[in-house]
T-cell receptor
Framework: LAKTTQPISMDSYEGQEVNITCSHN???????ITWYQQFPSQGPRFIIQ???TKVTNEVASLFIPADRKSSTLSLPRVSLSDTAVYYC??????????????FGTGTQLKVEL | GAGVSQTPSNKVTEKGKYVELRCDPI?????LYWYRQSLGQGPEFLIY????????DSGLPNDRFFAVRPEGSVSTLKIQRTERGDSAVYLC????????????FGQGTRLTVV
């Protein structure tokens, strides 16, 4: 099972771009990379998922280099409401379908004015 | 329903008592997960259901913890002889069939054992 390593915390200011990098040196060939966001007193919420290169959706971009041993979540122009914990997950796929989502301690992003 | 629903939202129980936590997944979702989250930590995997069967229960900490999903929809997490160390937020998530599908989490049940 691929272990992930990410910074414990990051600080930013409103309007800036934030990049959170996650290391997953032991990622397996079939593993996808998924990022979740969690606000206090709420369950995690899916942000974005990718396998290789770049994925972009309405809230974030995910950059994955060719060796897939790391990934970077990019949040454009953050606001105070982006203050949350961000988790990088590398999914183990069950034989019968479904993914085992293994969370680390995540990165606490704090956005200030 | 619109999302994953967990009841109760808060539960206070005395050490040694039995508790049941309920999860109503999104309709049609065949995959269901239970997690436990302590303060300052990421969610810790407990058990995964595919349909009615527990496909992976490797995260259950000991035999005091048990979960069922008899009809492939609602699931109940059961904890016997609760201990103070069981205090945590218990999260449930569901997803559609297939791999690499988005998991939707409920708000969690905050369990406090006194």
């Amino acid at each position: 099972l691929a272990k992930t390593t990410q910074p414990i915390s990051m600080d930013s200011y409103e309007g800036q771009e934030v990049n959170i990098t996650c290391s997953h040196n032991n990622i397996a060939t079939n593993d996808y990379i998924t990022w979740y966001q969690q606000f206090p007193s709420q369950g995690p919420r899916f942000i974005i998922q990718g396998y290789k290169t770049k994925v972009t959706n309405e809230v974030a971009s995910l950059f994955i280099p060719a060796d897939r041993k790391s990934s970077t979540l990019s949040l454009p122009r953050v606001s105070l409401s982006d203050t949350a914990v961000y988790y990088c997950l590398v999914g183990e796929v069950y034989a019968g379908g479904g993914n085992k989502l293994t969370f680390g301690t995540g990165t606490q992003l704090k956005v200030e004015l | 329903g619109a999302g994953v629903s967990q009841t109760p939202s808060n539960k206070v129980t005395e050490k040694g008592k039995y508790v049941e936590l309920r999860c109503d997944p999104i309709s049609g979702h065949t995959a269901l997960y239970w997690y436990r989250q302590s303060l300052g930590q990421g969610p810790e995997f407990l058990i995964y259901f595919q349909g009615t069967g527990a496909a992976d229960d490797s995260g259950l900490p000991n035999d005091r913890f048990f979960a069922v999903r008899p009809e492939g929809s609602v699931s109940t997490l059961k904890i016997q002889r609760t201990e103070r160390g069981d205090s945590a937020v218990y999260l449930c998530a569901s997803s559609s069939s297939g791999t690499n599908t988005e998991a939707f989490f409920g708000q969690g049940t905050r369990l406090t054992v006194v």
